[in-house]
């Protein structure tokens, strides 16, 4: 009867056996593992310390501008009856662009110059009366000497005389006025012929033939004129950056369509105020927004420089991206700027350095250059160290998990 029962005990428990027997088993596994390989060691992201060259610069972008850029407006009303210019055409100083319908301004000129004909015929008139005059004069004299005539005679003599002389002299005046107004009719008569104001390369025409403008308020545009064998370009320096940099630096630039092509350069200057101070409302009561809008907006100041562009690969209005050089090292030994923890002010920085593939070991760094990317090691570091820039996790090493030189 017992063994019965003793063997009916043991069917009924002989799932739960085996599984307490595989527990026991995992469990011997693990603690012998821990004793033969020891606790695994953190994983992290590691670099070595190369040679290689650098260079810290300000990135800064702008627009691509002709060196000289011209509005070419006109100073006559009326209509555009030619166009002698179109886009990309080259011009020299003097040649003809445009030509204004100069009916209007040819037949102002005509009236000024019959106004002043008129004037110089008056003037001889008046001349040949006051010669009359004169004559008169000088006879009544002699004839009051004699006494042939009375003292009357004499007085009205001198009279005309002085009347002829006031209107040759009023004539005078009238001549050098109409004269005025004739140059002056002639300069509006010159306005309907649109000059080149210097040599250079037809950006645009505003307008076209048949078109009416107007030039009583304001001289409207009709060509843009550029001189493309010089470019400017005002690059746009954060406030963040410009105390970094002054004029004379060295830098270089590419566009937007070809990054492979450098332009070297210097800054020539840095404008002292941004164009946003345009938008203050102090100097420009008109403006709305004001301060409050200079406050909420970046601010950028202009970095000027200039550049050849004799093979006329530069177009207007081209993208720049604009490296000013604060500084370049060659053949130094450098790491990945992630490595680089608690830098300050005079250069100095913290680095971990793994040892021995397990442990780690924080060396205080003096460092160079700085581009945010890589980092120049002055001193601290040797080739071929091993520093840590990250691990998988995001955890870097805490002070406790910190080795010093010492314990190595």
Do not use: C
Not at 72 to 77: D, E, L, Q, Y
Not at 90 to 102: T, Y
Not at 112 to 135: C, F, G, I, N, T
Not at 233 to 245: M, T
Request: aromatic content about 4%; charged content about 20%; overall charge neutral.
């Amino acid at each position: 009867m017992k063994k019965s029962l003793l063997k009916n005990f043991i069917t009924k428990h002989k799932k739960l056996s085996f599984f307490l027997a595989a527990i026991f088993l995992l469990l011997l596994f693990l603690w012998l593992r821990s004793v033969v390989f020891g606790t695994s060691s953190p994983t992290y992201i590691t670099a070595v310390v190369k040679r290689g060259d650098i260079e810290e610069s300000v990135l800064a972008s702008g627009l691509v501008r002709p060196y000289r850029l011209v509005a070419v407006g006109a100073r006559a009303t009326g209509r555009v009856v030619s166009m002698r210019v179109s886009p990309g055409s080259v011009v020299k100083e003097g040649d003809l662009l445009a030509e204004i319908d100069p009916t209007d301004q040819e037949n102002d000129l005509k009236r000024k110059k019959a106004a002043l004909s008129h004037y110089y015929a008056s003037l001889v008139e008046q001349e040949a009366h006051l010669s009359l005059a004169q004559k008169n004069l000088a006879r009544q004299k002699k004839m009051i000497e004699s006494r042939a005539v009375s003292r009357a005679n004499l007085d009205d003599a001198v009279t005309q005389v002085k009347i002829r002389e006031a209107q040759i002299a009023q004539l005078q005046q009238q001549i050098v006025q109409a004269q005025i107004d004739v140059d002056s009719a002639e300069v509006n008569l010159g306005y309907t012929r649109i000059i080149a104001p210097s040599a250079g390369t037809v950006l645009a025409t505003v307008v076209e033939e048949g078109q009416n403008v107007n030039a009583v308020q304001s001289a409207p545009t009709i060509v843009i004129l550029g001189d493309l064998s010089k470019m400017t370009i005002k690059a746009q320096i954060s406030e963040v950056d410009v105390l970094k940099v002054q004029a004379g630096q060295p830098l270089y630039f590419t566009v937007l369509g070809n990054s492979q092509r450098r332009y070297e350069g210097v800054l020539e200057k840095i404008e002292p105020a941004p164009e946003a101070i345009r938008a203050d409302v102090s100097i420009n009561p008109g403006m709305v927004g004001g301060s409050s809008a200079l406050i909420s907006s970046a601010i950028y100041y202009n970095g000027i420089l200039h550049v050849d562009n004799a093979d006329n690969f530069l177009r207007t209005y081209m993208t720049a991206q604009v490296h000013i050089i604060l500084g370049r090292a060659q053949n130094v030994l450098l790491v990945p700027s992630d490595a680089l923890r608690d830098e300050t002010k005079e250069h100095k920085a913290w680095v971990s350095v793994l040892v021995g593939g397990n442990k780690v070991v924080t060396k205080q760094v003096s460092v160079g250059l700085n581009n945010k990317v890589m980092a120049e090691i002055v001193s601290g570091l040797n080739e071929g160290d091993v520093v840590i820039t990250g691990s998988p996790d995001g955890v870097m090493p805490e002070p406790s998990d910190v080795h010093s030189e010492d314990e190595i």
